[in-house]
C-alpha cells in the first residue's frame, strides 16, 4: 500500500514537472518551429481550435498558427504545442496567443483586398475609368468590339487587371509580404469567376470573370487575371452574337442598328446597308451558300 502512495506520488510530481516545462516551453520560446496563415471563414472557436491543431502537422515542437476569418475580419492566433513523454507519451496542447503585428497589417490589407473585389462585383466598371490602361492607340468603347475580337478581349482583361492593381496593388503586395503567397492564392481561389460587368459609353455591356493571379517573381509583383466571359455583351435587352450570326434579327433606331453593324463586321460578316436618319431599321443575318450575310434594310412606316 505504501509503496503504491509512493509510486502515485511520484507520477503526479513528474506531471507537475512536464507541466512547469510545458508552461515554460510556450512562453519562453523565441524561435518558431513553426509558422502560418489559413482561412477559417465563418469558424466556432472549437472548429478554429482543431483546424489549428491539424495545420501544426505531426511534428513535435511549437507552431503558431494564424486562422482568418473573412466574413468576420477577424484573425485569430493559436499557439500549438506537440511533446513526447517517455512516461507518458505524446501531447498536444493549443491555446489562443497574440496576433504579431505584421499579421495584424497583412490581415487588414487581405480584408481591403476583398471588399475592394466584392465592390468591383457589385458595381459595374465605367469604361472611362478603364480607357486609360488600355494599350496607347486602342480604342475599345464599346461591347461590340469585343464579341467578334479575341484579341479586344484580351486587351480589354489586360486593362482591368491594371486598374485593380493601381487600386489595390498595395493592399495585395501587402498580403503577400505579410501572410505569404499562398494565402493570397487560397482567397482567390474562393472568389475564382466572381464576374465584374463593363459599362460602355454607348450603353452596351460585357462581363469578365476573376481567372486567378499571377507571381511575378522578377518583379515580386502580383497580377490579377481576368477573362472575358463569351457571349455576355449586350446591348439593351439584346444579346450581341459571337461566332455565327446565323438567323439573328432585330429591329431599332439608326444608332442601335449601326451598333449591331459594327459588331457584325469584327466578327467579319458580309454586310450590306447603312442605318441613317431617324427612322426604324431592321438587320437580319442568314447564312447563303455557306456565306453569313447581314442585310440592312428600312421598316415600313
Known amino acids: 500500500m505504501e509503496h503504491n502512495k509512493i ?5 503526479m510530481l513528474s506531471l ?4 512547469i516545462v510545458l508552461s515554460l516551453i510556450f512562453f519562453s520560446f523565441n524561435t518558431l518551429s513553426n509558422e502560418q496563415s489559413s482561412l477559417c ?4 472557436d472549437s472548429q478554429m481550435k482543431r483546424k489549428a491543431i491539424n495545420l ?3 511534428t513535435f515542437g511549437k507552431s ?3 486562422l482568418i ?3 468576420n475580419k477577424k484573425v485569430i492566433n493559436y499557439q500549438v504545442l506537440k511533446v513526447r513523454d517517455p512516461e507518458f507519451g505524446s501531447f498536444t496542447y493549443a491555446i489562443k496567443g497574440n496576433v504579431s503585428p505584421e499579421t495584424e497589417a497583412g490581415s487588414k490589407n487581405l480584408f481591403d483586398v476583398v471588399d ?15 480607357a486609360p490602361y488600355i494599350e496607347r492607340g486602342k480604342v475599345i468603347d464599346s461591347a461590340h468590339k469585343l464579341s467578334g475580337s479575341d484579341y479586344n478581349k484580351a486587351l480589354l482583361g489586360k486593362a482591368l487587371s491594371l486598374y485593380l492593381d493601381e487600386i489595390h496593388g498595395d493592399s495585395t503586395q501587402g498580403v503577400v509580404t505579410f501572410l505569404g503567397q499562398n494565402l493570397l492564392n487560397s482567397v482567390i481561389n474562393v472568389m475564382e469567376g466572381s464576374s465584374f460587368t463593363i ?4 450603353g452596351s455591356k460585357y462581363d469578365y470573370k476573376l481567372k486567378g493571379l499571377h507571381f511575378n517573381i522578377s518583379s515580386k509583383t502580383v497580377i490579377f487575371e481576368f477573362e472575358a466571359i463569351r457571349y455576355s455583351g449586350k446591348d439593351g435587352d439584346v444579346t450581341i452574337p459571337e461566332g455565327s450570326w446565323n438567323g439573328f434579327g432585330i429591329i431599332g433606331d439608326a444608332p442601335t442598328i449601326n451598333r449591331f453593324k459594327e459588331s457584325a463586321y469584327f466578327s467579319g460578316m458580309i454586310i450590306t446597308g447603312t442605318a441613317i436618319g431617324r427612322q426604324s431599321w431592321g438587320m437580319e443575318c442568314n447564312k447563303v451558300g455557306g456565306i453569313e450575310k447581314c442585310i440592312i434594310f428600312p421598316m415600313q412606316e
Open 7 to 11: 509510486k502515485d506520488n511520484f507520477k
Open 16 to 19: 507537475i514537472r512536464n507541466t
Open 41 to 44: 471563414d465563418k469558424c466556432s
Open 56 to 58: 501544426s502537422g505531426s
Open 64 to 66: 503558431s498558427i494564424n
Open 69 to 71: 476569418d473573412l466574413s
Open 116 to 130: 475592394g473585389i466584392k465592390d468591383l462585383v457589385n458595381t459595374p466598371i465605367e469604361y472611362n475609368e478603364l
Open 199 to 202: 459599362v460602355f459609353n454607348d
